[in-house]
Each structure stands twice: as C-alpha cells, then as structure tokens.
C-alpha cells in the first residue's frame, strides 16, 4: 500500500495556502494539516525581480505571516511562479490576461519555480526550490479559446493548470510534475522529514535535510 492509498495522519502542521491542490498533494506524502490558513501578502514582484527569487521570497513570506498567527506550531508556505525568460507571468484573473499568456507560451519552453518553506515549531525556517521546463505544442486560435471558455484558467499562473485539460498540450516536461501542479513533493518530503513530520513507517531521513539554507 503506497502513502496515498493510506489513511491520513493528523500532523502538527498549519498549511498556508487555500489551494486545494497543495492540500491534495500533501496529502499524497500521508499527512493532514491540522490547519489551513491561507496568508495574505502583498504578491507584487520588486523591480526587476528574477522568476526565482520571487518565488522563493513569496513562499517564505507565507509562511512567516501564518507563523505568527500560530506560535509554536510548524508552517509550511509554498508559491509557483510560471516564468517565459525573466518575465514572471501573473495569476491570471482576466481572459485577456489568460490569453496573453497562452499565446506566449504556445509552442516554446518556459519554466516553473516552485518553492516551499517550512517554518517549524521552534521558528526555524527551512526552503527548497525546485524548478521545472516545460513545453507546449504550438496552439491554435481554436484551441486557445475552447480552453478560456472552460474556465480552468482563472487564477492560475501563467493562464493554465497542468493538472487539468492543458496537460494533453504538454510536449515535454523536464523536472517536478507535483512542482508544476503548485507543491513539489521531493522537496516537500524532504523539509517534513527534517522535522520530524511524516507519518511513522514512512522513509524520514534525505541527503537533503543536511545542508537547509
């Protein structure tokens, strides 16, 4: 029986993010936040901030604000950036801005940022990056708009949701699928594992738990 297939274990841990897909994907490593608190910062990228940065910088500053509103208990903060060059591309919250943005990626390579940090109960903070290429066919005005109509464009970064229809556009994916769908479970698995939060008969130990920036 894999972890997913197991029942969840309640974990000392406030998720802090409304994404049901971040909730969906911890739950693949067998753990259930005791919490759910989404945070509320200000998402605008500095002047000239590079993709990679920005996502780092807005994983950690999820996680301390939620921190804050729940001392002593471990926080786990993550943000997914969609980025063609150095451009960070938005959540898209129009079809115009949706638009924009398929058509920008159609047929070319663009990477994805995803970056986690956990805050743990003694406020030490620990942060991964996992950063992933992906590339799209070439679409079609036909297919570009079939897609908007859907609706599964709508907040999402950079206009589209691999989890969903956009994935069958998918030519080739070089990194995290689980970092590209918004929470990178290597990465993830690792920061948990160092503290101490992942279910029991789970592996708990990773190369990566030595060396937390």
Do not use: N
């Amino acid at each position: 029986m894999s972890p997913s297939d197991s029942p969840l274990v309640p974990a000392s841990l406030v998720l802090a993010s409304a994404s049901p897909r971040r909730a969906e994907l911890i739950g693949r490593l067998g753990v259930a936040p005791a919490a759910i608190d989404p945070a509320d910062i200000d998402e605008t990228p500095h002047k000239g901030e590079l993709p990679s940065p920005y996502a780092a910088r807005m994983a950690a500053g999820k996680a301390a604000r939620v921190a804050a509103r729940h001392p002593g208990v471990a926080v786990l903060g993550a943000d997914t950036v969609v980025a063609a060059g150095r451009r960070i591309l938005p959540k898209t919250e129009t079809e115009a801005e949706a638009r924009a943005c398929l058509q920008l990626l159609s047929g070319r390579r663009h990477r994805v940022h995803s970056a986690v940090t956990l805050i743990d109960a003694g406020g030490a903070a620990r942060h991964r990056l996992s950063t992933s290429i992906v590339r799209f066919k070439r679409l079609t005005t036909a297919e570009i708009e079939a897609y908007l109509a859907g609706g599964d464009w709508r907040g999402k970064a950079g206009g589209y949701a691999i989890q969903g229809y956009a994935e069958s556009w998918v030519a080739m994916l070089a990194g995290s699928h689980s970092g590209v769908m918004g929470l990178p479970l290597f990465e993830t698995r690792a920061l948990l594992a160092a503290a101490g939060l992942l279910p029991s008969g789970l592996p708990s130990t990773d190369p990566l738990s030595t060396d937390d920036a």
